[in-house]
């Protein structure tokens, strides 16, 4: 995360080129906080993170108070949230960040004409809306930012990888509501789904995944020249949390903490991941935990060719190969790695083509309070 808590690091751009979330996955996150349930709920966990035997939460009454969105970034995954809690707190590390971050000016559904067109699509006329206020702090310490047991819900979108759960796990569970749900989810590499994958997938991973990562095509077209790698710049073991969709993140009884009854707090029977993807990038998951796209739970984002770039350049791994080898476009006769990746990309795709259609695959994890 020091990427993005650079002072030279675009937040703006961050704001205006990342996807937003949809609103199905709120409804997920919804759902399951009123019902322990989610719609895609198989009653099965993957062998390796079967809950251990402990006890089942008790009756309390979900509410809608208050909710915290830990490594919030500029608040594009904390708005959502507003139409359904009275009050929604950011988290954010980066000054950097929670200066950019989205404000509403008013409660009042006028002032959502502030918001990206993607994030309105959250929100219906005449809807009342919570308040929203972003803290400069970490996600590891959200405890000492609120009231003991008063949180409802506590969310962390492309954050849950960064951070430190043998601190983390103690502080959400003294801030955690009874009947409180905590939700996490991130997506990982982008795909083109309008086009064959045989020519776009390769030249993606080659450019985005990590060498050690990738398949014998990918880094061949590497060897070849093809394209420059700036996977490898991607902090770690953060990005391979990420891709491998969360899986490596523990539940709070995995800890070596058994000394802390907080941990205590959270109901085992109910924790649950979900993959949102045809396929799964970790062999371990059983099928039945994968939901089919076919069922609409993707999220995807389309933009133009120079969209394409923007968003390129707000991933860590591009600013930091910039960082470190600032030469790079003078070097390549002012092309720097983005636009030689776009040149290449180009070259596979119809020449007509002027809208592309990103499309990312969704993991998420959830868990309830008792």
């Known amino acids: 995360m020091a990427t993005f808590s650079k002072s030279t690091f675009d937040a703006a751009s961050y704001l205006a080129f990342r996807p937003s979330y949809p609103r199905w996955l709120y409804e997920e996150v919804l759902t399951f906080h009123r019902n322990g349930l989610t719609s895609t709920s198989t009653g099965s966990s993957s062998p390796s993170t079967t809950p251990a035997p402990g006890p089942t939460r008790n009756n309390s009454t979900p509410q809608f108070r208050s909710a915290w969105d830990l490594g ?3 608040g594009i995954s904390s708005l959502p949230l507003l139409p359904h809690f009275s009050s929604v707190h950011g988290l954010e590390p980066s000054a950097n960040m929670v200066s950019n971050a989205l404000r509403l000016t008013s409660s009042h559904p006028s002032s959502l004409e502030v918001l990206p067109q993607a994030l309105r699509s959250h929100f219906v006329d005449n809807q009342k809306l919570g308040r929203i206020a972003y803290v400069q702090g970490n996600a590891e310490e959200l405890d000492q ?7 409802d819900l506590i969310i962390a979108a492309q954050a849950a990888h960064w951070f430190t759960y043998d601190r983390l796990w103690p502080s ?16 990982a590499e982008f795909g083109l789904p309008d086009f064959p994958t045989h020519l776009t997938a390769p030249l993606i991973s080659a450019f985005m995944t990590d060498p050690e990562r990738m398949g014998n095509e990918a880094k ?4 070849d020249g093809q394209v420059t790698n700036v996977g490898a710049y991607f902090e770690k073991p953060g990005r391979t949390i990420l891709e491998r969709g969360l899986v490596d993140v523990p539940w709070p009884w995995q800890l070596n903490k058994k000394d802390d009854p907080a941990l205590e707090r959270w109901d085992q029977t109910s924790a ?3 993959m949102y993807s045809v396929s799964s990038p970790n062999p ?22 120079e969209g394409l770039e923007r968003y390129l350049r707000t991933a860590s791994a591009v600013n930091n190969f910039l960082h470190q080898h600032p030469n790079d476009a003078a070097q390549h006769g002012g ?8 040149d290449r990309l ?5 020449r007509e083509t002027e809208k592309l259609r990103l499309q990312w695959p969704l993991s998420l994890m959830m868990i309830k309070a008792r």
């Open 272 to 274: 649950t991941r979900t």
């Open 145 to 151: 930012h609120c009231p003991p047991q008063s949180v």
């Open 335 to 342: 092309r720097d790695v983005v636009h030689r990746f776009v």
């Open 346 to 350: 180009k070259e596979r795709i119809p």
């Open 172 to 187: 959400l569970s003294r801030a955690i509501a009874p009947g409180g749900t905590l939700a996490f989810w991130c997506y």
């Open 284 to 305: 371990e998951w059983p099928p039945i935990n994968n939901a089919s796209q076919a069922a609409g739970r993707v999220m995807d984002l389309v933009v133009t060719w």
């Open 220 to 223: 061949q077209m590497i060897e």
């Open 72 to 74: 919030c970034g500029p």
